[in-house]
């Protein structure tokens, strides 16, 4: 879903609309904790932050209206949305579900043998409308009802152990959060990394085109 002229901004703990013709906001979401990075995933936009302890909130606003859609106390590092529900693999390891409309978690689940001996955090991804969680390691295909997972391959002429980056029909890259080994880690919009509340400082957006 492309957006002309509107863009996401975040000011201290205020994320607004921006329309750039006519200068002025559309609607502004004030945020209770430290904003640490805001992403555009088509019609909805993931605020990340984290309290003074240590604790990290993924808000979900739809990007037209700014209205609440799923407030979940989550560091996420992929993400992708399919069919009203929200899968991810999260920083502590787990992989889990929850539905966009009823505002409940569906499964988390540990994940079994999927991070790489060098840290790189794994990718979720939707292929042929199946659900592969998958690293450099090994691939799983997701059961999306229990997040139950079965080592498999990727269809053919995908290779998990080469895989770097993924971008969707909207050029928006939801399957790829690198990681940043600095102290800084910090969210980047589309291409971002699980929250580090080690020191993060700032953060990036996409607006949509």
Request: glycine share 10%; hydrophobic share 40%; with cysteine.
């Amino acid at each position: 879903m492309k957006s002309k002229n509107k863009i996401i901004v975040c000011q201290d703990k205020e994320v607004f609309l921006y329309n750039t013709i006519l200068l002025r906001k559309e609607w502004s979401v004030e945020i209770k904790h430290k904003i640490v990075g805001i992403a555009r995933f088509d019609k909805l936009v993931l605020i990340s932050s984290y309290n003074w302890w240590g604790k990290v909130f993924s808000k979900f606003i739809n990007f037209s209206s700014g209205e609440s859609v799923l407030d979940i106390a989550e560091n996420i590092l992929s993400l992708l949305i399919y069919d009203d529900k929200l899968y991810f693999i999260n920083k502590n390891k787990e992989i889990g579900c929850y539905s966009i409309i009823r505002k409940t978690k569906i499964f988390k689940v540990i994940s079994s043998g999927l991070w790489s001996w060098d840290g790189t955090p794994p990718k979720i991804a939707l292929i042929d409308k199946n659900i592969y969680a998958f690293s450099k390691r090994k691939a799983f295909k997701i059961n999306l009802s229990n997040g139950s997972q079965s080592e498999t391959n990727l269809p053919n002429g995908l290779d998990n152990k080469s895989i770097s980056l993924m971008l969707d029909e909207f050029q928006i890259n939801i399957n790829t959060f690198s990681s940043n080994s600095s102290e800084n880690s910090v969210f980047i919009a589309g291409d971002m990394g699980g929250v580090d509340v080690g020191g993060g400082e700032g953060g990036g957006g996409d607006g949509g085109g």
